[in-house]
Structure formats: C-alpha cells, structure tokens
C-alpha cells in the first residue's frame, strides 16, 4: 500500500456511518502494552529500540489474519508522510515527531494500527465509524491476545499492566468518542458540559487528541482512570455520557431552530458560500466553515451536499492531505490557494441552480 | 474547574475572539503563561509534557526541600533512572521502577486514579513472573557499562548470562 491511495480514501472513522452518525463521528479504543525484557522507551538505547521493533515486527507477520497489513518504518518517512498519519490518525504526534527506530503497521481498512515505540512499546488502536465501543472493545482485545501469544508484556499483580506512565497504568486503555457539537459551541454552553464531564473523571480533548484545540467542534471525551476499574466498565462510563451529550446538543439545535432560524441559515449559507467562491483559505477557516456546513446539512437547510462528502472534506483540506493528493509540496501561501481550488472542484459540480454564486 | 492541561485549579480564564465564536480557555497560571507566549504558528506544547509538569507538582505537595533532595537521588537498580528525572519527564525508566519506588507512586496513583488495585484484563500466557525479563534489562545495561569501562572479561559474563536467559536449553 502507498500513502497516496491512502489519501483518496476517506478512512473508517471518516467514512460517516454508524449509529448517531450526525453527531458522533467515531468510536476508537487503545491499548499501551510493553515489552516485559526491555526498559521504557526513555531508558532505550538505540539496540533496545531496534530490538523491540523486531520482537513486534515479527509477532505481526506471523499472525495469518494480518497478511493484508502495511508495515511502515516511521522513522525512514519524510516529514510530510509522517504529517499525513498524524493527520488520519493512524499514529500519534508524539510518535510522529519523536526520534529512533519506530514503525506503524496499518490495516488496509484503517480499522486498526499497530503504533511500535511510541511512548510505551506497543500502543494498540482501533478506530469504529459512528458510536459503536463494544465492536470496538471487541476488535482490539482480539488483537491484543494475538500479539500476546507470543510476547511476554510488562505485568503486576496489583499494578496491571506496566506502562511508561503512571497515568495509563492498569488496563493501559483509553476508550474515546468524537462528537461534533457545534450548537453547544454556538450556544455557549459547551464550557459548562465540559466542567461537568471533568467531575465525572472524563477528559476533552480536541481532534488530535491531548494539546490539540477543538478545531471544526470536534470534541474527544474519553476516560481519565486506567487503574481500577475493569475493561468493560470504563467502556460502559464512556458510553453511558455520549446519549447525554448528543441530547444536548440536539436540543441546542432545536433552540437556535426556533429562535434564530434566520441567523442559523444566514450563517450556514454564508459558511457554504465562502467555501465555494474563496480563492485562498487557511485549514483552520475551513474547518471552522465546514463545522456549520456539516451543521447545516443535518439540520436540512442544505440539500445537494452530503455528509460523507463533508467528513472527506475535513481531512482532505489538511496540510499534509492536500500536498499528497496535489502530488508536490506547498508552501503555506500555496496550500491555501490549492486548498481554495480543491474545495471549490468538490463543492461546485453540482446543479447550477444550486450553486450559491447565481442565488 | 481544572486547568485544561493539567490537573491544577484554572485561575486564569481567557475569552479568545481571533475567531467568529468565542473560545473560551482555562489554564493554571503555567499554561496561561505558555499560551500567552507560544507563537501562532507555533506547534502545541508534545503532548505529555503537560502531564508531566503535573506529576511533578503532586509529587512536591508537603515535602521539605531536604527530602525531596534525597527522594531525588533514589535510582532503580535495574534500568538506572533516578526518581529526579521521573519527576521531570514525567515517564518511568522500565517496570521495575513500579516495585522500587513503589512508595513515592503509589499516593501519585491514587491521586491520578483513586485506586491501587487493577481490576480488568490480564495476560493469558505470562501473568505470572515476569522477573527474569527484569533480570534481563538490569543484565544489559550492565553489560554496556562494562564494555564502556573496557571490562570486558566482565561483559563476556555477563554477555552469557544474558544468553542463558533468552535461550533456555530445550526451548
């Protein structure tokens, strides 16, 4: 597999699918895990690195089900290639930018990765469209005993399963949700859900996870505590605030539905007008104008666009995506024009009646 | 509320309205200070650096300089990292540092999960001793220093002990 058919595609958890699809974009799970004979990746030398790598490296491919898996030496990649993972999610920032032998075995789905000497030695993910933990749940327990067949992990008894840090200690397992709550941001009550989720030892974080800001009203709730609670009930305190949270922001829809109708279609065709006819747009601009866009559509005040599209389009008009699917490196400058010119090729192929620029 | 990068109290509140929505920020005063000089194009701070600057505050909270000198200085016998520099990277050395300063980790811990216990999955094939892995990493590092010190009768030992260990006869 090369990165650039990876780039046509949307990815499972942009495909748009899956239960509560307006609001919840995708269910994802994983797993640190390390290596008992070695020490954490802070006290690696080069050799311990090399030699972890592969341990896991020869684990996967003797795992029949995982013939159809890419194997990517991260470390090798130039700085765009590894910016494009990050950017579908497929490995971490922390695993992008740090140094020393590291790698990624991706399947061909995107359903899972395998990310190896990232922060602990293995980190397990899997990523489910729609909210959907328990298939999740399901996939990555799966794939953990089959690497643990063969691999001795760094266990306690009273500990759990040992992880670099002590934050992750226990089941080693992060269980997140991604929701697009646009009308709590509108409505300014998303700051107060936020507080409430806190008290309940749940954690928000933006579309790239930890130190990433909410771009486009994205939003990650996932659990805090790893240690002391079992798999299947950090999973269910997940699950059980995600109805909560889509009900609000249901009902902060319906509000700004019966008190600002006009001022809600105003700004969801403005956002749609913009992203048509710009000539040069930064990403955080458009991802801020698609939020409404993506809003607008599941409202029905936009009729000739589709979700799926939309999702796609999110990723697609990310740095890293726009210059592999451009096929050349841009400059800031540069990208923000092509990025202008890829929306516009996307957004305005459509009935002429419907184009916002003869309305 | 809580700084929404750490777990200290957020004192300062920042309304950013760059955009056509206002944002609002919660910091404690660390993370106000680094948001308030990072450059627009600037990366965010890696992630876990945040955390770390957490744990090493909790580990402060009630102890004199004197003992916090000597906790410090505490290394683990088999991967060498000193408990200074846990509280400083905020991540551990290598399992066995989860026996060796089991006593300074375990308020840490509760304080990060309110729990000691881990309830939940455990490995089906190796649940049980995981000491000589252990033996293992404190073997090599060993190891290397002898050869860095040109002892290298020592390191030839130690070389096969490691051997002995990863293959045993018979597997």
């Known amino acids: ?359 | 509320m809580k700084c929404q990068h750490c777990e200290k109290p957020a004192i300062i509140h920042i309304t950013e309205l760059t955009d056509d929505v206002p944002v609002e920020l919660h910091f404690c005063e660390e993370h106000a200070r680094a948001y308030l000089t990072q450059s627009e194009a600037e990366e965010q701070p890696a992630p876990g650096t945040t955390m770390a600057g957490g744990l090493a505050q909790q580990v402060k909270v009630g102890k004199t300089a004197e003992d916090l000198a000597r906790l410090d200085q505490r290394t683990c016998p088999v991967c060498g990292v000193t408990f200074y520099e846990f509280r400083h990277a905020g991540r551990l050395g290598c399992p066995h540092d989860y026996v060796c300063f089991r006593q300074e980790l375990e308020p840490l811990i509760v304080n990060i999960h309110g729990a000691t216990e881990h309830k939940g999955k455990r490995p089906q094939h190796s649940a049980h001793g995981t000491d000589q892995q252990t033996r293992l990493i404190q073997l090599r590092r060993e190891m290397r220093e002898a050869v860095q010190q040109e002892d290298y009768e020592r390191a030839s030992r130690l070389r096969d002990e490691i051997r002995r260990i990863e293959r045993p006869s018979g597997a």
């Open chain 1, 1 to 359: 597999m090369k990165l650039e058919d990876l780039a046509g595609q949307s990815g499972e958890w942009l495909r748009g699918s899956g239960p509560e699809s307006d609001i919840v974009i995708s269910s994802r799970i994983r797993l640190a895990r390390n290596l008992a004979e070695f020490p954490f990746i802070r006290k690696c030398t080069e050799s311990d690195r090399s030699q972890i790598e592969r341990a896991l490296r020869e684990r996967i491919a003797q795992v029949e089900e995982w013939r159809g898996l890419s194997y990517i030496n991260v470390a090798s990649l130039e700085e765009i290639d590894r910016q494009f993972l990050v950017e579908r999610q497929l490995i971490s920032r922390e695993h992008s930018e740090s140094e020393g032998p590291r790698s990624v075995a991706i399947d061909p789905h995107e359903k899972f990765s395998l990310m190896i000497n990232e922060e602990d030695h293995l980190r397990i993910q899997v990523m489910q469209s729609g909210l959907d933990l328990q298939a999740a749940w399901e996939r990555i327990d799966h794939i953990d005993d089959l690497i643990e067949e063969r691999i001795t992990y760094a266990f306690h008894e009273r500990w759990g399963y040992l992880t670099a840090c002590p934050t992750n200690v226990g089941t080693g397992m992060r269980v997140s949700v991604m929701l697009h709550l646009p009308a709590l941001v509108i409505t300014r009550q998303i700051d107060k859900v936020f507080r409430s989720l806190h008290k309940i030892s749940l954690a928000v974080r933006g579309l790239y996870g930890e130190g990433s800001q909410a771009m486009g009203d994205f939003y990650q709730i996932s659990n805090q505590i790893t240690l002391g609670r079992g798999e299947q009930e950090l999973i269910g305190q997940v699950r059980d605030i995600v109805p909560v949270l889509i009900d609000y922001e249901r009902r902060a829809r319906e509000f700004l539905v019966r008190e600002s109708q006009k001022d809600l279609h105003d700004r969801v065709s403005r956002a749609y007008g913009i992203l048509c006819t710009a000539q040069t747009i930064s990403s955080e601009e458009t991802m801020h104008l698609l939020s409404s866009v993506r809003m607008g559509i599941n409202l029905g005040l936009i009729h000739d666009l589709e979700i799926p599209t939309v999702n796609k389009l999110f990723i697609h008009t990310q740095p890293a995506h726009l210059q592999k699917l451009r096929g050349t490196e841009l400059d800031t400058a540069d990208r923000n024009i092509e990025r202008a010119h890829y929306l516009q090729r996307h957004l305005r192929k459509r009935d002429p009646s419907d184009d916002p620029e003869q309305n």
